[in-house]
């Protein structure tokens, strides 16, 4: 992995060459990889881009989608925004929450799903509105959020293809 | 009036997200036509048209790109397409459905004001659109659309997509470009504008997702046939995102000016039995509309008239079972979220608002809280470096307003009228 991802975030720093404009770029590459970013993907994106950490990591808490503890395999964000509410979406979460044993922000003691509450997705067509891993997964209610935890507990092979 | 599809024309025709689909349905006459005329022509043309940018602020955008100075300086492009105002998806839509139709535009744009580089900043979560778009890039310049010498012209675009990391505020354009640059997203004092001092410094135009692709159709069409549309201050069509209490939320283009009881009844209207409260009609950030007002025109110059305004096209539609003290919380909530705290007044007030809202809606509300949140508004309202303060107090004080016997039945009532406390689950409160 690391020799990877010094290959890849070198692109990167190609690809986007001004300024700084390459860190974010590279933070999402090592959240990719680590599903979150530790003090060694701090480290080491700073060294990538000649930059001091601490300066990696001013950039790295402004931004809600970067994680800095260890995350599930399945990242679940579902919105709590005000159609998303009007349609349920507290109810799914409270539900999620229950079911799981978790609060939103955690991650279950098995490593299978960090949950989290999330603000408006642009998906207010489809609420409760959901991501899964970033890709979507509409209408979460609370009877859709018990069949997606089973399929992902399964392994269900078209919901691996899908988000994992 | 009425409902139009210009922006969404063939947008679920099969293979629109492939070039070849784009094609067959008209795509890239507009570039090949704006070759033809000329920089100094296709910006004249989007000037007559009257279009104003979808972003929020209805800025008009043949002007916008005419701020660019004339020093010499290389020149940069960047679509915003962050889209994170509540209720609004309608340039997720575009991406998703569309995204020949948006990289079409903004080879027009470029090649209108001179920018040989262009970058769409995607809010994070988008990528899924993130992934349709680079694919769209790759197949544009293997076909000769983007990259060097475009369409044997002369004229070159680099164009890359950028993916934010999650941060409302970087909606704000000149947040945007301190994102694009690679640092917190915290909006600049302006002036300088981004025309005269953008992404690295650079003479720079920030045009929203839907903006972008409008002007692929005026191209087309022609300013006259655009401006035909609409009403005279707001020409054209809009994309409307329509959600909240309706029966079929969804996006739908229409003439702007068209009444709000239209919009509403393209979206399958209220649930079975149920009145109409209310209308957000801009977003979360916009004052809401009442039910005397959902004949209103929707444009530009109706809603600022009535003390609301446009916005992002996003309309939340609240029916009588909704609790207007609840509404209020939860976007103070989104918004004490998303300051980004670089400003006193928004940082601060916006998180006590939050505050004095929760204690409001769990039956904790004093005598004075009322005059305490018009009070603390106040105080944001106009006294922050970008928009997002005076968003933050929109729906709140336009709700005190409207529904001031609401707000005090729930301090006299010791609770929420409309939903007993139980319902509002302990993360739905949030902190106190
Ligand atoms: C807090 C805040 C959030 C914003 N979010 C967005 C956004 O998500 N998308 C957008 O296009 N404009 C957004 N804007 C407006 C932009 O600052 C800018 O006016 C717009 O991108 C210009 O494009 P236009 O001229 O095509 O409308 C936001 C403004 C503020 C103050
Ligand atoms: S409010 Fe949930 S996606 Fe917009």
């Known amino acids: 992995m690391t020799a990877d991802f010094e290959a890849e975030a070198r692109a990167l720093r190609e690809r986007y060459p001004r300024g700084t404009t390459a860190l974010i770029p590279i933070l999402h590459l090592w959240q990719g990889k680590e599903g979150y970013v530790s003090q060694e993907g701090i480290e080491r994106t700073a060294r990538v881009m000649e930059l001091p950490p601490a300066y990696v990591e001013s950039v790295l ?54 949950l989290e509450a999330v603000e408006c997705l642009a998906a207010c067509d489809e609420a409760p509105a959901a991501q899964v891993n970033f890709r979507w997964c509409p209408r979460l209610t609370p009877e859709a959020a018990d069949r997606l935890i089973d399929a992902l507990a399964q392994g269900d092979a078209e919901v691996v293809r899908r988000y994992g | 009036m009425g409902e139009i599809e210009i922006v969404l024309k063939d947008a679920l025709a099969p293979g629109m997200t492939r070039l070849e689909g784009y094609r067959a349905h008209g795509g890239y ?98 990528l899924e659109g993130i992934e349709l778009l680079e694919a769209a890039i790759a197949e544009a310049r293997s076909a000769g659309l983007l990259g060097k010498n475009i369409l044997g012209s002369g004229f070159d675009l ?53 903006t972008l692709a409008t002007v692929v159709a005026i191209i087309e069409g022609g300013a006259e046939w655009y401006a035909s549309m609409g009403t005279e201050r707001s020409p054209g069509t809009r994309v409307f995102s329509i959600s909240g209490q309706v029966r079929r939320p969804g996006n ?60 992002s096209g996003g309309v939340i539609v609240l029916d009588d079972t909704t609790c207007m003290v609840r509404t209020s919380l939860r976007l103070l909530q989104f918004f004490a979220h998303e300051s980004c705290g670089k400003c006193t007044p928004c940082r601060e007030g916006t998180e006590w608002l939050r505050k004095i809202l929760v204690r409001v809606e769990t039956g904790h509300g004093r005598e004075e809280d009322l005059g305490l949140l018009e009070d603390v508004s106040n105080n944001i309202n106009g006294n922050t470096l970008c928009a997002l303060g005076d968003a933050s107090v929109g729906v709140l004080l336009s709700t005190l307003r409207a529904f001031a016997d609401e707000y005090r039945a729930h301090i006299t009532g010791g609770g929420c009228p409309l939903a007993p406390v139980a319902s509002m689950s302990a993360a739905a409160a949030g902190p106190a």
């Not at chain 2, 701020?67 to 962050?82: I, Q, S, Y």
């Not at chain 2, 990391?165 to 997203?185: F, H, P, V």
Request: proline share 7%; glycine share 14%; with cysteine.
């Open chain 2, 29 to 126: 006459r507009a570039l090949e036509k704006a070759i033809a005329m000329g920089p100094k022509e296709v910006q004249d043309e989007v000037t007559r048209s009257g279009l104003r940018g979808r972003g929020g602020a209805g800025f008009p955008t043949g002007r916008k790109w005419s701020f660019l100075p004339n020093d010499g300086r290389e020149r940069w492009l960047v679509c915003n397409a962050d889209e994170g105002e509540p209720g609004t998806f309608k340039d997720r839509y575009i991406i998703e459905k569309k995204p020949f139709m948006l990289i079409e535009g903004i080879t027009i744009a470029a090649f209108a004001v001179g920018a040989h580089n262009a970058a769409i900043y995607c809010r994070g979560e988008f």
């Open chain 2, 158 to 210: 680099d164009l890359w997509v950028y993916r934010g990391a999650g941060a409302y505020i970087c909606g704000e354009e000149s947040a945007l470009l301190e994102s694009l640059e690679g640092k917190r997203g915290m909006p600049r004092l302006k002036p300088p504008f981004p025309a005269v001092a953008g992404v690295y410094g650079l003479p720079t135009v920030v045009n929203n997702v839907e």
């Open chain 2, 252 to 311: 739908h283009e229409f003439e702007l000016g068209t009444p709000l009881s239209e919009l509403i009844a393209a979206a399958g209207g209220l649930g079975e039995g149920r009145t109409l409260k209310a209308v957000i009609p801009g977003g979360g950030s916009a004052p809401i509309l009442t039910p005397d007002q959902s004949d209103l025109p929707m444009d530009f110059e109706s809603l600022a008239k009535v003390g609301s305004m446009a916005g």
């Open chain 1, 61 to 114: 808490t402004f931004y809600t989608l970067f994680r800095r503890e260890p995350t599930g395999r399945y990242r679940i964000q579902v919105c709590k925004n005000l159609s998303c509410m009007l349609q349920g979406a507290d109810e799914t979460i409270a539900h999620l929450a229950r079911r799981l044993g978790i609060e939103p922000g955690e991650t279950t003691p098995d490593g299978l799903v960090t």
